[in-house]
């Protein structure tokens, strides 16, 4: 008992730790009906888990306890080589477990495939978003306008996501809206979400792409119906127009800062009958993958580094300013 | 490692030492991962096989003269394969001789009729990197192809080894190893001759 | 590429790396010449087909390599310790947890458990050697000359940087252009053969070389947990050897498997790596479940639980291995029904898991429990895993999943599996074993330190993970912002990263101060073992095993032997002259033509693949007119060794 003492205290200290600090972590904190369907399910199974632990530590303590080699030893049975009865047991309640976690679970794959059950008839927003190496492209058809890093959203209205990459493959996921989906070349996959709650929300790409991955990242701003419209209306009349020069462009990879257009890349291509579009605007634009250890790489790392270093020192200096 | 050699009359030549029954059931094991390997390049290519780009269809090219010469050639030599280690069984040097030397030809009629056929998709325009489809029609037959190859060059080793020492357990095993390959081969190209080029063919015109 | 890009520069790890490899290397040349080793190294080593010496270099490459993993981990906890960190810069995070994972997998894991199942399975089986002695050896020299070509890229070329799953377009040429990439398609694919040898010489051996009476039922679980793991090899490794050789086709000769061009899918490369990649995860883990089974029933005293059942759950998980590939990305929408399936599939392997746990448990119940230190590896062993095991259920659940994926809840949850299963396993079996290995026990008080540094600072690690997760840490970021909030539970988790490199330490330690002063075995029965490894007279076993094939009347025979007090004594008239394989040089010859043609592929020199390959087809050709039949043991040098008078 005394050896496993440790282990049975960080255990009980972990579940404790876990339940207090659940409200805390984005995933168990959804701020929509996605995300609540999920965090949902994600309880559900974590008492399961935890009752499985309890039970197979308790038995661990209590056997390794009782039957450890000491003097006076009792109940020893060298030759008992197993029971039917037990082993039945032993069987049937993973498979009872297995079932009772296999029903909500393809419950709720169902439901996520749809609009949320409360919305369903409302006619859902549809956004695409496109994924260049390492920035996010959104496209509002309904409203003709594009914006580069960061989302608007109405919220109470389900949200469609038409979900594609430029290149490599990408994993769009805004943790407190709901789960994520991969967004890939040459394909269109798609995703509801939902947000009930006015607020910024962080979204990113979670599947890993190369160099500037961990900046992949983008804002979802959810509103009200009237800011969303008004928002759509005014950026549609003032911001500029998308050029196919300036769309070439976005096709480098690197990262670029938010960007707001009154029309969208769908009149000169769609990523999922092209998936070479990227590579093909690279080469036009003379653009060359450079090998990660070669001096051109280095020489632009260093650049880069220095570019970075300058901007972190002017928003110190400026104060950090957000507007779109 | 065991030693055991049997005398009984009885027991082919190929199973009578141990290291013979070892390194053939070793083999049939090593066919087992090389299905696998097959079932890998199959399943690739019928997932790709609509991916053409902007190259032609599959079935546009394919030539039903030039695949039924393969075929029959192919199949042939299979047959003769099986005389010739039919031969090795009646302790006849000469026959299996004969035999496996009339296969490695037919295995080379094939191989030439298949780079013939290779250098035709290449003159029209289809090569490996023409497409994902055509990709995946290379890969998979160009390596039925080389397995072809190697077994010709292996065939011809082992036949080297049964005229300077005979038929012994140990040459009378590779041989039968051999014919295993060959034979394994052959059914390959069964699948390939259905899944590639009928189908090919049918898609295309049906 | 330019020459002067040829070796990596700029950065001082990498030079000081460097200047370690060369001192290491002029170091053992010094070592070798100076005490006139080379002629020793060579007829005892690298010519060596003897399954015990094999597999005692196997593991000793898989050690080097969990150093080299290991510090790779030790990098990436310093880089993530505090938010922003300067330590690292994206890059090389990027090639250094690539070639963490890769590593940890395929040139640590599998090779040390292919190594243990090289010493321990000829012996528990009662054979002289394996099937095919020669195949073993050039197995052993394309593992090692693969993992010799992966770890070369990070002074040579620079190291691959897309991740071990190396997704496509991403590890494609026009997105990871240059030779890293390259390093892990050959570096894989050379040890791949070796992998693949292995399954089908391992599968045969057991097949056909048991001793007489050894019945399938028979078998020690370890002989059965290494039968089915070769069988999951035999159908995995082919799928891999596909998915590597497109995509090198892919890099090399423009064709369009996975590309953005040509309508190439990247989704078929992530569905053949995992097809092959999660039975992959089985093969590291089968056999350590094997050796658990036989340190558990060997220090509880007792007969295995349930033993039948054991092997079916052991076959229904290798059946299942096969059946659930998908759940590594239900996130890619392959709707409703297909997730369904697969979280349900993939939920049913906890059914035979959890059955072998209780197995496990009631293998201890009515026993008489020692706590040796391979006994505690199995205990922690039990503890640790479930936590992996119940956490994978939850990944399992595909509408969870999705929010599961990519982040360190995940990340947590296969370390989970992979140290506490796989890693301890490797670590108990070599404590185990260690004895048949080398002739003494290492020392259980170290041992016991590392157990207990090592279990904490694993917690301590991979624990806050778990909460990291869901807290939408993704995996693979090289950095996080303060305002992130997860600084705290990295800093935590970098601690008990560092715990678990101190216990490596103490380890290695343990094996030095063991070597100095263990006291040496006396018989051949270091722990009171069950099974006919334990059976021979020296602690060590001559070159043939077993000087008389041992004739088995049941499971544990040399337990019962033992228990009935009728433990034969080898006499002088059962010793027979001894039927043994000769030692070649051609499997390391042949390997290191794999090195040339590997080399000349990764920098795209054709020319030298082109050599290598030449060679590699030479050295098939000799062996295969070489009529080389063995030789034979004498009687009296049989006699001489096993100290036997006539």
Redesign the interface.
């Known amino acids: 008992m005394q050896r496993l003492k440790p282990f049975l205290t960080f255990g009980l200290l972990m579940a404790v730790f876990m339940l207090s600090g659940c409200s805390d972590m984005v995933v168990l904190d959804p701020k929509g009906p996605v995300g609540e369907q999920q965090k949902d399910l994600i309880m559900y199974s974590i008492w399961f888990m935890l009752f499985i632990l309890l039970v197979v530590y308790a038995l661990t303590a209590f056997i390794v306890y009782k039957y450890r080699d000491r003097k006076n030893h009792k109940g020893y049975d060298p030759d008992n080589e197993g029971s039917h009865l037990l082993e039945t047991i032993w069987w049937i309640i993973p498979i009872i477990i297995t079932i009772a976690l296999a029903v909500p679970t393809v419950k709720t794959i169902y439901s996520l495939e749809g609009p949320p059950e409360e919305t369903k008839d409302q006619k859902p927003l549809v956004i695409h978003a496109t994924s260049v190496d390492w920035k996010w492209v959104f496209t509002y058809p309904e409203q003709d306008i594009e914006t580069v890093n960061y989302l608007h959203i109405p919220e109470d209205r389900p949200i469609l996501f038409k979900l594609t990459s430029a290149d490599s493959m990408a994993s769009f996921w805004v943790p407190q809206l709901g789960g994520q989906k991969y967004a890939m070349a040459g394909m269109e996959t798609e995703l509801y979400l939902q947000a009930d709650e006015q607020g910024t929300y962080e979204g990113r790409n979670s599947n890993f792409t190369g160099e500037g991955f961990t900046d992949h990242t983008f804002d979802v701003m959810a509103m009200s119906d009237e800011e969303f419209e008004k928002w759509a209306s005014e950026t549609n009349a003032e911001a500029p127009e998308l050029t196919k020069e300036q769309y070439d462009k976005l096709m480098l990879p690197g990262h670029v800062k938010e960007m707001t257009f009154s029309s969208t890349h769908l009149g000169f291509v769609n990523h999922v009958d092209e998936a070479d579009y990227a590579i093909k605007a690279r080469e036009r634009l003379g653009y060359e993958p450079l090998i990660p250890h070669s001096k051109a790489a280095k020489e632009k790392r260093e650049e880069e580094k220095k570019k970075k270093q300058e901007e972190q020192e002017e928003s110190e200096s400026h104060g950090d300013s957000h507007a779109h | 490692m065991a030693h055991a050699e049997t005398h009984d009359p009885n027991t082919p030549l190929e199973y009578r030492s141990e290291t013979g029954r070892l390194n053939i059931l070793g083999f049939w094991i090593f066919l087992g991962a090389e299905v696998a390997l097959f079932a890998t390049l199959f399943a690739t290519y019928m997932v790709l096989t609509h991916r053409i780009a902007d190259g032609p269809a599959l079935g546009e090219l394919f030539e039903v003269k030039s695949l039924l010469i393969q075929t029959f050639l192919l199949l042939t030599s299979s047959f003769t394969c099986g005389l010739a280690v039919h031969e090795m069984r009646r302790h006849n040097v000469k026959g299996l001789m004969l035999w496996m030397i009339i296969t490695l030809g037919l295995g080379l009629g094939f191989l030439y009729f298949e780079i013939q056929e290779f250098l035709h998709f290449i003159h029209e325009g289809a090569n490996i990197g023409t497409s994902a489809a055509w990709s995946g029609f290379f890969v998979l037959v160009g390596t039925h192809g080389a397995h072809v190859t190697f077994g010709i060059f292996w065939v011809t080793m082992v036949l080297i080894q049964v005229a300077k020492r005979g038929l012994t357990p140990a040459t009378s095993a590779k041989v039968f190893i051999t014919s295993l390959y060959w034979h394994f081969l052959d059914v390959v190209w069964i699948f390939i001759f259905t899944a590639v080029y009928l189908m090919g063919m049918v898609m295309h015109h049906g | 590429?330019?020459w002067?890009?040829f070796f990596?520069?700029?950065d001082p790890m990498i030079y000081g790396a460097d200047v370690s490899i060369v001192l290491t290397m002029v170091g053992i040349l010094f070592y070798l010449t100076r005490y006139k080793k080379w002629k020793w190294l060579w007829t005892e080593w690298l010519t060596t087909v003897d399954h015990k010496k094999l597999g005692i270099m196997y593991i000793v490459s898989a050690v080097l390599m969990l150093f080299r993993g290991g510090v790779d981990a030790l990098l990436m906890r310093t880089q993530l310790a505090v938010p922003e960190a300067k330590f690292l810069?994206?890059?090389h995070y990027?090639?250094i947890f690539t070639t963490h994972g890769t590593i940890m997998i395929i040139f640590m894991a599998m090779p040390f458990l292919i190594g243990i199942i090289n010493v321990v399975v000829p012996l528990q089986i009662g054979a002289?050697?394996v099937?095919?002695?020669y195949l073993n050896a050039v197995s052993f020299w394309t593992f090692f000359i693969g993992a010799m070509l992966f770890n070369i890229s990070f002074v040579i070329?620079?190291s691959p940087?897309?991740?071990w799953t190396s997704?496509?377009?991403?590890a494609s040429?026009?997105?990871?252009?240059?030779?890293?990439q390259n390093y892990y398609l050959w570096g894989l694919q050379i040890a791949g053969i070796g992998t693949?040898l292995t399954?089908?010489?391992f599968?045969?051996t057991i097949?056909?070389?048991r001793a007489p009476g050894m019945t399938l039922f028979r078998m020690p679980m370890f002989t059965w947990s290494s039968l089915v793991t070769m069988v999951i090899i035999?159908?995995?490794?082919?799928?891999l050897?596909?998915?590597l050789?497109?995509m090198s086709?892919?890099r090399l000769?423009?064709?369009?498997?996975f590309?953005?061009?040509?309508?190439?899918?990247?989704?078929?490369w992530?569905n053949?790596f995992w097809?092959w990649g999660h039975p992959e995860v089985y093969i590291v883990i089968l056999p350590a479940f094997g050796i658990f089974s036989e340190i558990i029933s060997t220090f509880?005293?007792?007969?295995?639980?349930?033993?039948?059942?054991m092997i079916w759950s052991m076959l229904l998980i290798a059946g299942y291995s096969f059946l659930v590939w998908v759940h590594h990305?239900f996130?890619?929408?392959s709707?409703?029904a297909v997730?369904?399936v697969f979280?349900?599939t993939t939920?049913?392997i906890?059914?035979p898991t959890?059955?072998k746990?209780?197995?496990w448990?009631?293998t201890?119940?009515?026993?008489?429990?020692?706590?040796t230190t391979p006994m505690?590896w199995s205990?922690g062993f039990?503890?640790n895993f479930?936590?992996g095991g119940?956490?994978g259920?939850?990944l399992a659940?595909?509408?969870?999943?999705?929010?599961?994926?990519?982040?360190y809840f995940l990340v947590s949850h296969f370390h989970y599996v992979l140290i506490a299963g796989t890693v301890f396993g490797c670590f108990a079996g070599l404590i185990y074993w260690y004895p048949k290995m080398f002739g003494y026990k290492l020392n259980e008080r170290i041992g016991k330190w590392v157990f207990w540094l090592f279990t904490?600072g694993f917690?301590v690690c991979f624990?806050p993970q778990y909460?990291l997760?869901?807290?939408?840490m993704?995996?693979?970021?090289?950095?996080?912002s303060e305002e992130s909030g997860w600084g705290p539970l990295n800093m935590v988790s970098t601690l008990g990263g560092f715990m678990m490199g101190i216990a490596f330490l103490v380890l290695v330690y343990n094996m030095y101060y063991s070597f100095r002063f263990a006291k040496r075995e006396t018989t051949g029965d270091a722990w009171g073992g069950r099974t006919l490894e334990w059976s021979t007279p020296s602690a060590m076993p001559p070159f043939y095993n077993f000087a008389k094939i041992p004739e088995v009347t049941g499971l544990d025979h040399f337990w019962r032997q033992k228990?009935a007090g009728k433990v034969e004594k080898l006499t002088a008239k059962d010793i027979k002259k001894i039927?043994?394989?000769s030692n070649s040089g051609v499997p390391f010859i042949m390997g290191s033509f794999f090195f040339v043609l590997g080399f000349g592929f990764v920098f795209d020199w054709i020319w030298m693949a082109f050599l290598g390959g030449i060679g590699v087809i030479g050295t098939l050709?000799y062996r295969?007119?070489e009529?080389d039949?063995?030789y034979y043991v004498s009687v009296e040098e049989v006699l001489e060794t096993e100290k036997i008078s006539k």
């Open positions: 590429m330019k002067d890009e990596v520069t700029g810069d994206s890059q990027n090639e002289r050697d099937a095919y002695p070329g620079g940087s897309a991740g997704y496509m377009p991403l040429n026009e997105l990871s252009p240059g030779p890293g693949l399954g089908i010489n599968l045969v097949l056909k070389m035999i159908f995995a490794f082919p799928i050897t596909v998915a050789a497109l086709f892919d000769f423009g064709s369009h498997f590309t953005l061009q040509g309508e190439g899918m990247d989704m078929l992530a053949l097809l509880s005293k007792k007969t295995l639980f349930g033993y039948k059942a990305f996130t890619m929408g709707g409703a997730n369904s979280s349900i939920m049913a906890g059914i959890g059955v746990i209780f197995n448990l009631f201890m119940y009515r026993g008489k429990i020692q706590f505690l205990l039990i503890v479930v936590v119940v956490t259920v939850m659940m595909a509408a969870a999943d999705y929010q599961y994926h990519n982040t904490i917690n624990m909460f997760g869901l807290d939408g993704p995996r693979r970021v090289y950095t996080y228990q039927h043994m394989p050709i295969s007119f009529y039949d063995g």
